[in-house]
């Protein structure tokens, strides 16, 4: 369905809709939204910006806020976060290009670019270090978190030579590893024979035409930066809290770049410019135990979501003062990127989704909860049933998730908005009486404010409602009621 700048566009009146409510309606543009889903960031507080690439084309680049608050900057399109780690796709870019050029392959052992490595280094290949299946230890439980000098990737390295295991055998499972990919940057040094930061500036940044990103090094200046911030309540005021004892490290969140760069970085992924197409598929593609499966996973440096045979590839990043969210969805050259500098109003991964979406000419739902949010911010929770229904009577596409709806009446329940929170769960429960979303939700918030009785008979319907395949759901509520009875 064509999707047009007025994203409430009906096709039928509900019954008893009032004239001025249809009148409101009909002038939410998708601006409105964006300011809606962006309200935290303006005025002279911590900034984001994001950007819109369509078929290769930027269709839209916003900013909010200040880069440095300190010096009063604003915010732009040209302004360079620190990316955390959606570093990790241009790291592992940095692999595929030595792949592409035979200086590496996929089953290269660790012992082989490093031969003083411990001997349990010999069953990690490149592969594991990508897929973050390798069973590394953790940097940040080997570093004295009390330390004052910043932790750089050589340093990550001698610490995992210092260690005789793993905390599982490679390739057995997956775990999130940041040591991964701090290996994967001293393995480019290595093979390479640059440092990391020129290998990225003249194997990527250069022919991406990506000439305002960089490589943090420490004294190193960095153009149109932004600073990272975080809110103190003590003091009632941004605190700029831009680097920690991580910071220094490069290969799993270490590159600066602008949403501007971020666009033609995204071009580049259509192309052979940096790797050949068969590199790429493999890096847009989950990998597990015995290869490359069809479901949702991990890629090179990039998650991986199928849903309804439609591919998505991820990533999002959080450190001290940033978080930053890339969404890519290659079937319809779409993507989304949104680079922050303050941590204080958490992910963004509704945010990038919810872009897309308006920007999908009707192709992707527009995700119910993002909407209902900001009629609750204008006028309330207590109609939601009412709008609810006014939307899906329209002819633009929603998707309707009850895990995010609950997931809105829980931000609710933790801002201490009981109302609002009441009515989201109880419109859930009503509305979906066959998910056990709005069941669990309100026995939390009967849990909350003291009603145990009603707490339990909300945990005991979770019980009877959910399936086989929400069996914790269905444990933790028992646990629950054990709980709360005695």
């Known amino acids: 369905m064509k999707y047009t700048y007025l994203i409430v566009s009906f096709l039928i009146i509900i019954g008893g809709f009032k004239p001025s409510e249809e009148q409101k309606a009909k002038k939410e543009t998708k601006q409105d939204l964006i300011d809606f889903v962006f309200r935290n960031y303006m005025g002279e507080r911590p900034g984001a910006s994001f950007v819109v690439v369509k078929d290769g084309k930027i269709v839209d680049c916003q900013s909010f806020g200040y880069a440095d608050l300190e010096n009063k900057i604003p915010a732009t399109c040209e302004t360079n976060y620190r990316l955390a780690s959606v570093t990790k796709q241009f790291t592992a870019m940095g692999i595929m290009i030595l792949i592409d050029r035979e200086k590496l392959q996929y089953d290269t052992k660790l012992t082989e670019v490093f031969p003083e490595f411990p001997a349990y280094g010999k069953e990690i290949t490149i592969k594991h270090l990508l897929t973050h299946r390798s069973g590394l230890q953790e940097y940040d439980r080997l570093y004295p978190k009390d330390s004052e000098e910043p932790l750089l990737d050589e340093e990550v390295l001698n610490l995992l030579m210092a260690q005789d295991s793993l905390l599982f055998p490679a390739n057995t499972q997956f775990k999130y590893s940041n040591s991964g990919y701090a290996v994967l940057a001293m393995i480019i040094e290595q093979v390479s024979g640059k440092p990391f930061k020129k290998f990225m500036e003249e194997e990527i940044f250069k022919k991406t035409g990506m ?108 450190t001290t003062g940033f978080i930053t969210n890339s969404f890519r969805i290659p079937s319809e050259k779409l993507t989304v990127a949104i680079f922050t500098n303050t941590v204080q109003f958490g992910g963004l991964g509704r945010t990038a989704p919810f872009l897309a979406s308006l920007y999908s000419d009707g192709e992707l739902p527009i995700p119910m909860d993002i909407m209902i949010e900001k009629e609750i911010s204008d006028n309330g929770s207590d109609v939601i049933k009412t709008y609810y229904d006014t939307l899906m009577a329209s002819e633009t596409n929603y998707k309707v998730d009850t895990e995010d709806l609950t997931r809105l009446g829980f931000s609710y329940l933790r801002k201490e908005k009981k109302e609002d929170a009441f009515n989201v769960l109880t419109f859930v429960k009503t509305e979906f009486p066959q998910n ?45 009621i054990k709980e709360l009875s005695q």
């Open 211 to 318: 000439t305002n990103s960089t490589v943090y090094v420490k004294g190193d200046p960095i153009k149109n930066r932004a600073f990272g911030y975080t809110f103190n309540d003590s003091l009632n005021q941004y605190e700029n809290i831009d680097h920690n004892i991580w910071s220094a490290i490069k290969g799993d969140g270490g590159i600066y770049s602008s949403v501007s760069d971020y666009a033609k970085w995204d071009k580049s992924l259509y192309g052979e410019s940096l790797v050949n197409k068969d590199l790429l598929a493999d890096a847009f593609t989950s990998w597990d135990e015995n290869g490359k499966t069809d479901g949702n996973g991990y890629g090179f440096g990039w998650f991986i979501d199928v849903e309804d045979g439609k591919k998505y590839v991820r990533h999002s990043g959080s």
């Open 436 to 480: 056990f979303d709005g069941y669990i939700g309100l026995a939390h918030y009967y849990k909350k404010y003291g009603d145990k009785e009603k707490a339990i008979e909300y945990f005991k319907k979770v019980i009877e409602v959910a399936t086989s395949d929400e069996q914790r759901h269905i444990d933790f509520s028992k646990k629950q």
